[in-house]
């Protein structure tokens, strides 16, 4: 299926946002709306990568709406692994740029952007997330179960803290499907710093994680170093099959 971009700037509380919508170049048959995907971005940025993943997200009938969450510090910032080779001090930076956002925040320009988008406010939409995005999925499908259909989180990050409210300590209670795809030779955020999160969610029957043997952190990436074609194929089938069951 062909799909269009676009990249519109919309308003939020902390100045101007880009935010990209990519979906079907057809209508949907019928009088209907295709469903709408928010996808949370990882730490390096909304890169030609993400919009890669948007694309072919979208040519399986989504209309994949991404916030660009590092506005606050400019317009459409990213690095390659490249940028990283040359310059290692730039790990500071996105380190810096991780350090700085809130769920609040982050919850909250998900929100400018599906308004942007056209998206009413009662309309269902379903939500994916990579890294530290996959943190922002559990958020929305915390604080919104009547809305959030379901979520995925490949590769996730900070399931787990220390803080009064970490994921953890609610995650029991979701009710909603979700889909968590991690590598058991991830470097980045081991199985044992999740450990709490999963336990809690075992018994529930809605949610699957799916542990991969080999892959490392950032595993969805073709092109990358991390790339691990083996767990983001098995994580592109039971993410399609979960949106679509959803979106029935």
């Known amino acids: 299926m062909d799909v269009?971009?676009?990249?519109?700037?919309t308003s939020t509380?902390?100045?101007?946002?880009?935010?990209?919508?990519?979906?079907?170049?057809?209508?949907?048959?019928?009088?209907?709306?295709?469903?709408?995907?928010?996808?949370?971005?990882?730490?390096?940025g909304l890169r030609p990568a993400t919009r890669d993943f948007m694309a072919r997200l979208a040519s399986n009938?989504?209309?994949?709406?991404?916030?660009d969450l590092h506005h606050r510090h400019g317009r459409l910032r990213y690095f390659e692994p490249a940028d990283i080779v040359a310059d290692p001090s730039r790990r500071q930076i996105i380190r810096s740029w991780i350090e700085s956002?809130?769920?609040?925040?982050?919850?909250?320009?998900?929100?400018?952007?599906?308004?942007?988008?056209g998206v009413d406010e009662g309309t269902p939409f379903a939500a994916i997330g990579?890294?530290?995005?996959?943190?922002?999925?559990?958020?929305?499908?915390?604080r919104n179960p009547q809305r959030v259909m379901c979520g995925a989180g490949w590769h996730p990050s900070f399931l787990v803290d220390?803080?009064?409210?970490?994921?953890?300590?609610?995650?029991?209670?979701?009710?909603?499907?979700?889909?968590?795809?991690?590598?058991?030779?991830?470097?980045?955020?081991?199985?044992a710093m999740h450990q709490k999160f999963l336990d809690a969610v075992a018994p529930n029957p809605?949610?699957?994680?799916?542990?991969?043997p080999g892959a490392d952190h950032g595993f969805t990436w073709p092109g990358?170093?991390?790339?691990?074609?083996?767990?983001?194929?098995?994580?592109?089938?039971?993410?399609?099959?979960?949106l679509a069951a959803a979106s029935r």
Do not use: N
């Open 162 to 191: 220390d803080s009064a409210d970490s994921p953890h300590l609610t995650a029991a209670g979701l009710s909603r499907p979700l889909y968590l795809g991690i590598g058991d030779a991830d470097k980045v955020q081991s199985i």
């Open 101 to 117: 956002m809130t769920d609040d925040q982050i919850q909250h320009d998900a929100s400018c952007a599906l308004s942007a988008a």
């Open 61 to 67: 009938g989504y209309r994949v709406i991404t916030p």
């Open 224 to 242: 990358y170093p991390t790339y691990h074609e083996t767990a983001a194929e098995i994580s592109w089938t039971k993410t399609l099959a979960m």
């Open 130 to 142: 990579f890294c530290l995005g996959a943190r922002a999925v559990y958020r929305a499908m915390q």
């Open 206 to 212: 809605l949610v699957d994680v799916t542990i991969i």
């Open 4 to 9: 269009t971009e676009q990249t519109m700037d």
């Open 13 to 44: 509380d902390d100045g101007e946002m880009a935010l990209v919508i990519t979906e079907p170049a057809e209508p949907q048959p019928g009088d209907g709306e295709w469903p709408a995907v928010v996808v949370f971005i990882d730490a390096p």
